[in-house]
């Protein structure tokens, strides 16, 4: 029998490509976004059906096996990873997570409605590091479902979940994501520890994964601050050019006033920073060649082929590709829910777990070019700046006049 994978939120089709990778066949793709279900079509029409029914919530009231032509419990795996902003760090840089507060949380439900429907033999969520942690998370809401599910279909779904680093899974970047697993069929008193990581003591470099590229359209830098980022070396970002930033004796920001991504530069010799999805125009992480990068480079470090298309502008592929689960994680993620389904609850080893979607490395790269001088008319502007005062005061804790403004 075909392992087959229901996907939720399918968006540019990262765990869709990355499931499989490992083995998976698609009865379906819900997807609400246009642009979206563009690009999944674009680059799997007849082998991934991307469903009349786009929205999940809908589809958790109406969607049945057998509009799949599949029967009940015949699924392996449902997966998804629901929007994010309600249990987002960024969201929360402006006011506290909203969780399952938010109209957007709903989708969880609406996503766990369908699992009560297809009754999977695996449930696999992918989300936020404040997914399933802190305040407002959504696990007791998940937990509270699947109890219901249980009483009522005879199933022992139960919630494991952990916070994993995509870089130990073969992705060439820092991306830190909740991963949540529930299988049918488990023994209750089963403890799944934390996925072995392959690439957790040698991970792949932001060079692994750009050194080759040559990209057809190169973005250049725009906004007041973009002269900045040759003065800022490479694996640095704004605070270098702060009382505490270990650069020269040049005070132009003060110290944490910013959020971490400003001016934020990757360096060739470890994983690139987590890939946001609307960046502003100093919102790194930034190329070490002090540009943007093009989007077969957002691509490459979110381990999608270099084939892969996208839909709509530029913009909308920053945005497409920043939102989307890392392929090789997902690769990874599929082997373990096949090897735990087939072993009855035994974790494969990190060998088993190795992604093929992971980059070829690169050998070592060229050193860094040393930061260039401030730029002449940036001297006026620098001298004692008022620091962060302090953890929990949020973006209203500085002076504004810490913040030099652009030139």
């Known amino acids: 029998m075909p ?20 083995g998976f066949d698609s009865v379906g793709c819900i997807e609400l976004d246009s642009l ?19 929205d999940v919530v809908k589809a958790g009231e109406s969607l049945k096996p057998s509009d799949l032509d599949i029967e009940p419990r015949q699924l392996t795996l449902l997966t998804g990873g629901p929007p994010c902003q309600p249990f987002s760090m960024a969201a929360q840089w402006r006011q506290p997570k909203q969780g399952m507060e938010d109209d957007r949380g ?6 766990l409605n369908l699992a009560e429907s297809m009754l999977p033999e695996a449930i696999l969520i ?3 590091a404040g997914f399933l942690r802190g305040k407002n998370s959504a696990a007791d809401a998940i937990e509270g479902k699947l109890k219901e599910i249980n009483a009522q ?28 697993v529930a299988f049918r069929d488990l023994p209750e008193d089963i ?25 057809a359209v190169v973005p250049e830098v725009d906004g007041g601050y973009a002269e900045l980022l040759a003065s800022i070396p490479e694996g640095s970002n704004y605070q270098y050019l702060t009382a505490k930033g270990g650069g020269p004796a040049v005070e132009l920001f003060g110290y944490r006033t910013r959020y971490w991504s ?16 609307s960046p502003g125009p100093s919102t790194g992480p930034f190329h070490w060649d002090n540009r943007p990068l093009a989007i077969a480079e957002r691509l490459a470090l979110q381990g999608f082929p270099s084939t892969w298309k996208l839909a709509g502008s530029a913009r909308d592929g920053v945005r497409l590709v920043g939102n989307a689960t890392p392929a090789p994680l997902a690769e990874a993620m599929g082997r373990y829910v096949t090897a735990v389904i087939g072993s009855g609850g035994e974790v494969p080893s990190a060998d088993e777990l190795t992604p093929t979607l992971a980059v070829k ?7 860094p070019v040393a930061p260039a001088p401030l730029p002449q008319h940036w001297l006026a502007k620098v001298g004692s700046k008022v620091a962060h005062p302090g953890p929990g005061e949020g973006p209203a804790g500085h002076s504004k006049e810490s913040d030099p403004g652009p030139a």
């Open 126 to 128: 992918e989300n936020v």
């Open 262 to 277: 400003f001016l934020l530069k990757l360096r060739r010799d470890a994983p690139a920073w987590t890939l946001p999805a």
């Open 36 to 54: 979206a279900s563009d690009t999944l079509t674009k680059n799997r029409e007849g082998k991934w059906p991307v469903l009349e029914v786009n």
């Open 106 to 111: 709903k989708t969880v439900l609406g996503m």
């Open 191 to 215: 403890e799944l520890p934390l996925p072995p990581a392959p690439f957790a003591d040698n991970p792949l470099t932001a060079w692994d994964a750009l050194a080759k590229l040559k990209p």
């Open 3 to 22: 392992n087959l994978v229901l996907s939720c939120f399918s968006g540019a089709g990262g765990m869709d490509l990355g499931l499989e990778a490992a």
């Open 361 to 367: 490395r690169q050998g070592t790269p060229p050193k």
């Open 153 to 180: 279909h005879k199933t022992s779904y139960r919630l494991h979940h952990w916070v994993l680093n995509a870089a130990d899974y073969g992705v060439a970047q820092n991306r830190r994501r909740a991963i949540a």
